[in-house]
């Protein structure tokens, strides 16, 4: 996405192809990828944050289903029709504001998307993550705030939300990342996949196996 707005030079139009057509793919290879991350998120929240990750698992799952549609049938059907042979066609299926399906993705990103990164945050912020949390925070605001454009009929505030998920949840990712792979094995506790003991536990399992192994 971000390649494709740099190489048009403007943020103030939607995407073309084929930069549209490879972000479409991408966001169909994208979402399954998000709601297993939701869902390894839930398996590894401190008992006490079960609820925030599993709310943020339903949202996750709600974007996933909602802009994969929309995607797959911009690839499959919308790209095969006539415009001309409907009327109102760019109200129904155009990247131009307003139109129904582009309308239906800002709901994907800018609020289930938003709320997911958010009911998340307290999962971290219990295992001690405070740049996951933070970062989270950050990133589900400016999405969340994103849908204010739409609202007030200035899409181009939309861009806030853009930067929310397209630049800041990227750059989320890198500590998110790191907070798994300090994570210990598996185990019924969760807390010490994120926490600060996650080093310990994985060295205090390490020595386990080999005592067993002896």
Same mark, same amino acid.
């Given at each position: 996405?971000?390649?494709?707005?740099?190489?048009?030079?403007?943020?103030?139009?939607?995407?073309?192809?084929?930069?549209?057509?490879?972000?479409?793919?991408?966001?169909?290879?994208?979402?399954?990828?998000?709601?297993?991350?939701?869902?390894?998120?839930?398996?590894?929240?401190?008992?006490?944050?079960?609820?925030?990750?599993?709310?943020?698992?339903?949202?996750?799952?709600?974007?996933?289903?909602?802009?994969?549609?929309?995607?797959?049938?911009?690839?499959?059907?919308?790209?095969?029709?006539?415009?001309?042979?409907?009327?109102?066609?760019?109200?129904?299926?155009?990247?131009?504001?307003?139109?129904?399906?582009?309308?239906?993705?800002?709901?994907?990103?800018?609020?289930?998307?938003?709320?997911?990164?958010?009911?998340?945050?307290?999962?971290?912020?219990?295992?001690?993550?405070?740049?996951?949390?933070?970062?989270?925070?950050?990133?589900?605001?400016?999405?969340? /705030?994103?849908? @204010?454009?739409?609202?007030?009929?200035?899409? =181009?505030? +939309? %861009?806030? #939300?853009?930067?929310?998920? &397209? !630049? /800041?949840?990227? @750059?989320?990712?890198?500590?998110?990342?790191? =907070?798994? +792979? %300090?994570? #210990?094995?598996?185990?019924? &506790? !969760? /807390?010490?996949?994120?926490?600060?003991?996650?080093?310990?536990?994985?060295?205090?399992?390490?020595?386990?196996?080999?005592?067993?192994?002896?």
């Amino acid at each position: 996405m971000v390649a494709g707005f740099a190489a048009m030079g403007t943020l103030s139009k939607p995407l073309e192809d084929p930069y549209l057509a490879i972000m479409e793919v991408l966001i169909l290879v994208m979402a399954p990828v998000l709601v297993l991350l939701a869902v390894v998120i839930h398996a590894c929240a401190p008992e006490g944050t079960k609820t925030y990750s599993m709310t943020a698992l339903g949202w996750m799952l709600l974007l996933a289903g909602f802009t994969m549609t929309v995607h797959l049938v911009q690839l499959t059907v919308v790209r095969r029709i006539d415009p001309s042979a409907i009327q109102g066609f760019q109200y129904l299926f155009n990247w131009h504001w307003p139109s129904v399906l582009y309308g239906v993705d800002i709901v994907a990103w800018d609020i289930f998307f938003a709320l997911a990164l958010l009911f998340a945050a307290p999962v971290f912020h219990a295992a001690g993550r405070a740049a996951v949390r933070n970062g989270l925070l950050i990133a589900g605001a400016m999405s969340l /705030v994103g849908i @204010i454009g739409p609202a007030v009929n200035h899409i =181009a505030l +939309r %861009q806030i #939300g853009i930067i929310g998920y &397209a !630049i /800041v949840w990227p @750059i989320v990712c890198i500590p998110l990342s790191k =907070a798994f +792979r %300090q994570a #210990g094995p598996p185990s019924g &506790a !969760i /807390v010490p996949a994120f926490g600060p003991d996650a080093e310990h536990v994985s060295q205090s399992t390490d020595q386990e196996r080999l005592h067993r192994a002896s």
